[in-house]
Every structure is written in structure tokens, then in C-alpha cells.
């Protein structure tokens, strides 16, 4: 019987834990696309084309276009001259709209990068997946453009827009 007392009680701690990560996300969510492309005025950082209304800690809020940049050596991506090199970046905003980038575990392979965890009290309003081809040179988040041909790029957006009210449907 206790056995299935502490069966019982760790599936409503789980449930708990579930919901309450539920809530969070709730908290720390975006209302709209952020845009992400490459940066217009430097192409070795990350656009934020539109308006973004985010919700943060319950607080709708909203961030004007931005370019962001990567941090020297910390977003660094090395080369592998055998296999590809990627790493997914998490672009989340703070209370004040201040933009911050973490980078995710580097992967070898396409599409085998996965994102960071969000960072508490940060709202994510999208990612960027880097790809440096096998045997080219590293990415250098410093100073390489986005574009640069030994590197793959994807941006994707987080928001989200209730399907009543969204273009693409």
C-alpha cells in the first residue's frame, strides 16, 4: 500500500511541476513575430524587423525593431572538417526590452542542435540556428555576416498570434 501512497504522491508532484511550467511559460510569452532576419545595418548581427508585444512576469509589453549582436568567443561555433558544427541561439527580451541572446550546446550535424533553456525572467521571442559547414573555418560571432557562405543560417519566430486573428492561416 505504500508503495502506491508514493506512486500517488509523485504523479501530482509531476502534475504539479507540469502545470507550474505551464504558468511560467504563460508569464514569459510573445503575443506577435518578432521578424528575425539578418541585420540591416550589420550583417554580422541579428534583426528584430517588427514590433514585438510580449508578455513578461503578466506585463504586456512591447519592443521596438533592434539589431542584436553575438558576444565575442562566448557564441563562438569551432569547424570540424569532417562534420557540420551548429548551435541554436535563444533571443529573449527582459522587463526594459533589453535583448539578449544564449547560445544552446554546440551539435555536429544539421539539425541536431538543440535550444537553450529560457532563461528565468527573460521572455523568448525566437531563435537562430548556426550551421559552419564541415572542414571550414569556425564561426566567429564577432565579426562574421550572417551570410557568409561556410555558414547556414535559420531564424524562427516564437510568437504567438491566436489562428482567429493570424495572416497566414
Do not use: W
Amino acid at each position: 500500500m505504500n508503495a502506491l501512497n508514493a506512486q500517488g504522491y509523485a504523479f501530482q508532484k509531476n502534475q504539479g511541476s507540469l502545470i507550474e511550467s505551464i504558468l511560467e511559460s504563460l508569464r514569459y510569452m510573445c503575443h506577435s513575430k518578432a521578424g528575425l532576419a539578418i541585420g540591416s545595418v550589420s550583417k554580422a548581427k541579428v534583426l528584430i524587423a517588427n514590433t514585438v508585444t510580449y508578455s513578461h512576469a503578466n506585463k504586456l509589453l512591447s519592443k521596438t525593431t533592434a539589431e542584436v549582436a553575438f558576444t565575442a568567443t562566448t557564441h563562438d561555433i569551432p569547424a570540424n572538417a569532417d562534420a557540420e558544427q551548429e548551435a541554436c541561439y535563444l533571443l529573449s527580451l527582459s522587463a526594459n526590452g533589453t535583448p539578449t541572446l544564449t547560445m544552446g550546446t554546440i551539435a555536429s550535424g544539421a539539425g541536431n542542435a538543440k535550444l537553450p533553456e529560457r532563461v528565468s525572467g527573460l521572455t523568448p521571442i525566437g531563435y537562430v540556428r548556426v550551421v559552419v559547414d564541415a572542414g571550414s573555418t569556425k564561426f566567429d560571432a564577432s565579426t562574421d555576416e550572417l551570410d557568409a557562405s561556410h555558414l547556414t543560417v535559420t531564424y524562427v519566430d516564437l510568437g504567438h498570434i491566436h489562428p482567429m486573428v493570424d495572416e497566414e492561416l
